[in-house]
């Protein structure tokens, strides 16, 4: 009997992804998943390849994940999502004014100039940006396009925005909520400097996607990666890298807010192509 065996996409948007990986391939190896990986430079090409079939499971973005569900029925397929990590859940997006604005509601932003992050962020740019619109808020939009193609993974458009936010160059500025804290922690922000104004609903990150019907390296690949502890010392240093604690089951359930955001900004048609006219990966 042949072993199982899995080819994975991942997207290198950091170096940090072939160390990551790396780690995790001696891991899986050594409990009998022939388990190998490749790299990307978007995540556009990877969607297509997994769609294709050219590779087994993608380590995709939220942005990733709609793609593929939307080429793989055009195909007359299916993917699912096989596991997320336990931080890729319940998360939201946050508008942040300085904290001596005078905008306290999110209804006074109209009219104002909010930065975003890249075109491709869910994040920072699609999801804020849908939330501010089903509020009936309009705004100028100033995006900062750095990475893209990398859906947001790179965080510096959204950096660049909390800087143009601290240095008065625009009213509000769009972001994660954990990376909220992250910029006022590393000084990008100032302590106390700013407040928030407006926040999404709660929406689903990152999963790793795979086709349907699985291969038997597919089913163990997520048994694998569901039994990783992070008390284990061998995957530990690998998980705070990659940014969990734990692998959980994949779900679908949390991506209606950006599936409504792609709807309205067009950014992807309903069977997959890209039809975002400033997007170029």
């Known amino acids: 009997m042949s072993t199982p065996s899995v080819l994975m996409g991942a997207v290198a948007y950091d170096p940090k992804v072939v160390t990551i990986w790396e780690g995790f391939r001696a891991w899986l190896r050594g409990r009998g998943l022939d388990f190998d990986f490749v790299l990307y430079s978007h995540y556009e090409r990877q969607v297509e390849d997994l769609v294709a079939g050219r590779i087994d499971a993608a380590w995709n973005s939220p942005l990733a994940w709609l793609r593929a569900e939307r080429l793989a029925t ?22 942040v004014v300085r904290a001596d604005s005078p905008v306290r509601r999110t209804a006074d932003l109209e009219g104002l100039t909010v930065a975003v992050g890249a075109v491709d962020s869910p994040q920072a740019t699609l999801i804020p940006l849908g939330h501010l619109a089903a509020a009936g808020v309009g705004v100028d939009v100033r995006r900062f396009d750095v990475g893209v193609g990398l859906h947001g993974d790179h965080i510096g458009g959204e950096r660049d925005a909390a800087r143009a936010l601290t240095a008065g160059e625009v009213d509000a500025a769009c972001m994660i909520d954990a990376n909220h804290l992250v910029f006022v922690r590393e000084g990008t922000l100032p302590p106390e400097g700013t ?21 038997a390296g597919v089913r163990l690949f997520g048994t694998l990666l569901l039994g990783m502890s992070y008390a284990d010392p061998q995957v530990r240093p690998l998980l ?7 692998w959980r089951e994949g779900r679908s359930t949390g991506y209606d807010a950006l599936a409504d955001a792609v709807d309205a900004s067009g950014f992807y048609s309903p069977d997959g192509r890209v039809t975002a006219t400033d997007y170029r990966p």
């Open 74 to 95: 055009a195909n007359g397929t299916r993917v699912r999502a096989l596991t997320m990590r336990d931080t890729d859940q319940d998360l939201t997006s946050v508008v």
């Open 240 to 246: 705070d890298l990659e940014g969990l604690t734990a």
């Open 195 to 215: 407040r928030i104004v407006a926040q999404t609903a709660p929406y689903d990150h990152c999963n790793m996607t795979v086709r349907v019907p699985e291969s």
